[in-house]
């Protein structure tokens, strides 16, 4: 099984992926995953470490905490607004 490449936690302001919905209002900046995205298309329960800006947040993020990363990939209305290199290979956009 492969090594995530994102394993190692980065702090809320060099985020590998930042994902906003498209009515605005709520931001998702993922800091860390805990496994490697060839096996989390398998996992229903795969988590990304991620700050979560929202409307009820008065402009400030909370967190870190973990979320189900299908919460925020499977959503059709949350898109990618930001990524680093690595996450774009991995990932896709």
């Not at 009515?23 to 229903?44: A, C, D, I, M």
């Not at 919460?71 to 690595?86: C, H, P, R, S």
């Amino acid at each position: 099984m492969p090594r995530t490449p994102f394993g190692k936690t980065r702090p809320k302001d060099n985020p590998y992926a930042v994902f906003e919905d498209v009515l605005g209002g709520w931001e998702f900046r993922v800091v860390k995953t805990y496994q490697h995205p060839s096996v989390e298309k398998n996992n229903s329960h795969a988590r990304w470490n991620v700050y979560v800006k929202s409307p009820y947040t008065r402009g400030s993020y909370e967190g870190p905490s973990d979320m189900y990363c299908r919460e925020i990939k499977d959503n059709g209305l949350i898109d990618l607004v930001l990524a680093d290199d690595t996450w774009l290979e991995e990932y896709g956009t």
